[in-house]
C-alpha cells in the first residue's frame, strides 16, 4: 500500500476513534476478501451453463436487446454488417482497440469501415467487447482501460456488442468474483478497471409525463452479437 494512501486511511481511522487492527484482525479481514461469501441469488439464474445462455437471451429481449447469436468470430463481420443494413445504418463504426476485436476477420466485409479509439460525438455506432454479462437481467459488464475506452458504450447512438458465450455467468456476484481473478491475474497483481458499467438494456426514461423515451441518456439501440464457441 503507498505511503499516501497509508496517510489517508490512517487519519480516517484516527477520526473514527479507532485503533491500528492486530495481526490477527487483519488476517482475518484479507481471509474474508479472498473468500467472500455469496449472497441469496435468484433461483432462475441457478443454471448449468447452456441454460445461463438461454436465460441471458430470453431476458435481453424483454429489455429490447436484440441478439444475434452465430457460432463463432469469423462470422462476426458478416452479423454486425447485417445488422447495420438492416437499420439503415451507416457502415462506418467506431470499435475499441482491443485484442479480442482485433483479432476478429473484418476483411470478410470489405465494405465495413471502422476507427479504433475512444467514441466522438461525431460516430453513430459504436462496437466495443463485454467483460461479462448477468443472466438474470441481461446485464452488460463493461471495464474501462486503454483498450476499452468507456466513452464508447454512451456517445454513439446505436451500441453493438460482441460477447463470447462464455463470458456470461448465472448473478451479478459471479460477474464481480471473475473481476477478482482477472485482477490477481493483472501482471502488476493488482488489476482493477478505473470504471465498472452495469448497462441493462437500451438508455431510456419515463420522467416526463410517463412518456418511455429511448436514447435519453445513451444509446437508442443497444445489439449483441453472441458468438459461441469453446467453452472454457
Known sequence: MSSARDRILGSLRRSLGRE???????AALEARLAHPTANLTPARSQLPHAGQVELFIRMAERIDVTVARIPGRDEV????????????????FRMSPDPFLDAIPWE???????????????????????????????TLMMVSGPERPA??????????????????????EEGFA?????????TDGRY???TVNLITGPSRT?????????GAHGPRRLHVVLVDGEES
Open 206 to 214: 419515463a420522467d416526463i409525463a410517463l412518456t418511455l423515451i429511448l
Open 77 to 92: 463481420p458478416g452479423a454486425v454488417a447485417d445488422y447495420l443494413a438492416s437499420h439503415n445504418l451507416p457502415t462506418e
Open 108 to 138: 470478410r466485409r470489405p465494405l465495413l469501415k471502422f476507427a479504433r479509439g475512444r467514441a466522438e460525438p461525431a460516430d453513430l455506432v459504436g462496437v466495443t467487447p463485454a467483460f461479462a454479462a448477468v443472466a438474470e437481467t441481461a
Open 20 to 26: 491500528e487492527l492486530s495481526g490477527e484482525a487483519k
Open 192 to 194: 482493477m478497471p478505473r
Open 151 to 172: 466513452t464508447l458504450n454512451f456517445m454513439p447512438d446505436t451500441h453493438i456488442v460482441v460477447l463470447e458465450s462464455r463470458a456470461i455467468v448465472g448473478t451479478y
Open 178 to 186: 471473475r473481476l477478482r481473478t482477472a485482477r490477481n491475474a493483472g
